[in-house]
């Protein structure tokens, strides 16, 4: 299927700096209610559903899968996390178990060793977890392929003045054949600044098919949000070949991460799910190509 | 096609040959045109009435009446509401013709209410689910920021509700916004709103009057399940040139009309601007100083009377949005033109035909001047003919038969670089046509003085024509192949009967119990899957993968004046039942997305309810209390596990009162309150973590996402809202020719924060949810002045 969230992502990330967010701030309020007020209907009732959040890269390191819990929606704890279950993935070629993390509970970690291989496709087998609480233990499946990326040529970093933010502009070439999606993330200086799915940028090829890319990868660093670049600050780009199914996912969590409203916004909805048997969140494998610059500020058009 | 001009033939015959048997030769016909005497406008459904047989006639859309009787000298009584009635001898001994004009009555204050022709229409006739307002009356209703608004006031009316806080698009009886037919001079308008919706793209100046139907929708009209809302431009003052207009606190117009050489001739131009942006540097920051936001509007119109027996018209607006903000830019608007000719072939076959033409388009652009920018822009293009004939038979059968046949192209998205360094890929989602055509037949049949029918039939066609490239989606909506079709070949036709059906019988002459059954079908549909909706929204046709919505409407009322006819109340209950009703999977994507028919999904819903109206006029108070209880639902199976959910627009209460007082002869003051029931929303049960990365140090956790239950389970806070307004006329307003007048109004006096929106926010995994709820407009005072001359 073609999607066209790129253009849709790269439109919108204008508009929504631009005037139709600004017109909208001037003649809007928000303030805080209760759940009462909300007409919320706290049902105490509600099953506890499993969540996996794994990913399997390229890159050679301890990769992991994280077990929890949904979690009461006014909880301020942190969701639970699911111990004692037993996770393997199998790549086609070998099938490995991945061990309880002993630093943080609910996690399961492969050897340091390990990398996914591009074209080998991952499967996900969580067993021993009850997570409705009946008693009877459940198993969850997922699968993921690990696509293909091509290299990131150069990396170059720029000021919008309109955004009042610098953004990253990702050099690389496309290939043509296939259909491809692609997710990115950058740090500064070592920091990751796109540290949650939502802020991470996501495009298909529509735009690019077969062609370079030069591509502001709609990953802003604003002032406000404690990103500054200065002169000499090393800027890291790490592009990901994502599947169609993680990229559907990222584009839902997206879509339900941010300010809501009767113009822009569908009915919510729960992000989709690799993972059989009800569990939410997602288990991916991609591979990784990675590029970074030494900002030059000198260039910024002020 | 064949097929169509065979049945447009048949009726045809069917028409000649009633016309033939039941023609009797000791009859003769009194017809003409009805104008009002200040300012020669033609008045809609005004009555010819010959007092001795109670028998008579309402003028047509065109002020055009054909009243027969048998040979004798009778007492005829020419009358509309709000005007002196005029009273006539007339000797029925040969065919004649006769052009009446009415005065204004001079002492009415101005009424704000719905209005109909004669006193006892609202038992007499056979409609139902009609109102009707004038401008007049629509300008004496508070607004937000004084900007009179025909659909903000017809969001006050018993079964229609705002699609959210402060639209222009509404809902009729728990029906989509984009299920309305809305009509400018017969040309459809797509968009109807401007400033994102908050204002509608109506310039009350400019118009005649409007009618809406919320269900019963004459034969003559379709292609839309909810409701038929028919706008008329004025035709434009033949006795001298007079103009109307105000300046407001965002925007001012200016309406000019008069005779061209002589009252045969005659034009109306209006222009309405707004000056939003002048405000701008007073509050924003360094960046938004550049930004321009504004909308104008441009409505123009002229009319020539070639003789008796020929008139025509040719009108047209023109309207847009611009928004500009350093390197975005983003506009839009609707064009639209009509052409018209009335055409008398005998005194009782009134025909016209009409030629349309509407437009709507908006292009988005960005980062002009480096290789990044880009232009967005999609178009929609309608094109059609008309014939329509009224055959005013005799006093008993008023028959109407016609036609139509519209073009409809959309090109539903179009990306581009800007120059040749671009470093995207143009991307086009193919264009559409198609072709929508339908025939009717109809007939109002007083049976006795008590009973009277009402029956017509509509055959509707609808084909898609290449040239295009259409997808084929399997049972999981992937796409599994595609069929490119050439230029002008027809790939899909649909066909479809269309009965609608009326009754009333009057009990006495104060109270009437009306009937009546609808079936309506739709073709065209908007994608769009928020509850108000963007100018983004693209229009989409049935297809080979999109079959036609259809609705089957049942009502029935009770309908009963008091006090002189003053008073007017009124029940009316419906139950509708719609099919082929278009939702979309989660998530979906309706951009620049060339297989939209792959994110939609499809199911039924039905609506019912009770409408209960109270409308009086009496010398000094006006206005209606309106109660509406109702409930809307749908099932999609794909939606909601396949279980039954509220539609977005249900709202079990709706209350509005809207009051208007005549405190003295300058100063009037007008209020409406309004109460409904929350939008029905979906919220979420639970939250869960993901995104994280354990070895991270800064963000180990991830982010909280909320995880969803049942679709629109619960509903928002009530909605309610006052808002009042104090007319005050200039001293000199009855005898100087320029007459000005202040209003003064709040939008929102008690600063009701109604929730527009409301969001679960959770930063991070420990902190508590916050539920935040974002509002509009509280206290909107405005103050404009407006001035007729």
Redesign the interface.
Known sequence: ?????S??K??FT??RF???F???S??????????E?????R?KD?V??L?V?GRVTTDTT?H?V?L????????????PAVLDAVVTIDDGYEEIELEP?D??PG?YVTPADYYGVPGRTYSLLVRNVDADGDGEMEEYRAQSELKRVNPVDSVDVGYN??W?GWTVLLYASEPGETEDFYGFSTSING??AT????KWGITDD????G?T????VAVVFLPEEDHVVKDGDIVELEMYGITEDFF?FL???Q???G??????????????SNVSNGA???FAAYSVARNHAVVDASKFKK | MKKILTICCLIGLVTIAVGQGLSSNHEYTLSGYIKDATNGELLIGATVVITESNTGVATNAYGYYSLSSKPGKYNVAVGFIGYDTQQLVIDFNQNQELNVSLKPKSETIEEIVVTSEKKDANVREVQMGVQKLKPQSIKQVPVLMGETDVIKVIQLLPGVQA???G?SGFSVRGGNPDQNLILLDEAPIYNAGH???FFSVFNNDAFKGLELYKGDIPASHGGRLSSLLDIRMKDGNSQKISGTGGIGLISSRLTLEGPIVSEKTTFVVSGRRTYMDLFIPL??DE??KD?R?YFYDFNAKVNHTINQNNRIYLSGYFGRDV??????S?DYGNKTVTARWNHLFSQKLFSNFTFVGSDYDYA?G??PGD??S?T?KSNLQDWGLRADFDYFYSPKYTIEFGGQSAYHEILPGL?SGDDENS???E?KVPENQSLEHAVYLSNVHKLNDKLTLKYGLRFSAFQNMGATTVFDYDDEY??VGETTYGKREIYKTYTNWEPRFGATYLINPLLSVKGSYSRTVQYMQLAT??????PLDVWFPSSPNVKPQKADQFSVGLFRNFMDNTIETSIETFYKKMYNTVD?K????L?????LE?ELRFGDSQAYGAEFLVRFNRPKWNGWIGYTWSQSKRTIPEINGGKSFLA?YDHTHDVSIVLSYQLSKRLSASANWVYIT??P????????????????P??????V????SD??A????DYHRLDFSLTLKGKKYDTSRWKGEWVFSMYNAYGQ?N??????VRDD??????????????FVPSVSYNFKF
């Open positions: 299927m073609n999607f066209s969230q253009i849709y790269v439109v204008s508009v631009g005037v139709l600004g017109l909208l001037l003649i809007s309020c928000t303030e805080e209610i209760s759940p007020d909300a007409n919320v209907q049902d509600i506890p559903k969540v959040d301890t992991w994280r929890s819990l949904t979690a009461d929606l006014f909880s301020t704890q942190k969701v993390y630093q943080v996690v003045k309109h009042g920091k990751v540290n949650a799915y939502s529509r735009l690019f098919n062609s890319i030069r591509l502001p559907t584009w839902g969590v879509r339900e991460a300010f809501k409203n009767p113009m822009f916004s569908a009915p919510p909805a729960n992000p989709k939410l969140g997602f | 699609a959210s806080e639209s400033f994102l919706g509050f924003a960046e938004s930004s936001v928004f500009l903000n350093g390197d975005n983003m988005l960005g980062s290789g990044n880009f967005w990306v470093i995207y890929n991307v992937e796409v899957n928020s509850t108000s909706g963007t979309y989660d998530h979906a994507n951009y620049l997305n060339e297989n792959g977005p929350g939008n929303y979906t919220i979420p049960v639970d939250s869960y973590v993901v995104g994280g990365n354990p070895f991270d800064i963000n180990p956790d991830g982010e996402l909320t995880g969803y679709r629109n619960v509903r928002m806070p924060k929730a527009w929106a409301i969001n679960f995994n420990t902190k508590p949810m916050i539920i935040e709820k974002t509002y509009l407009f509280t």
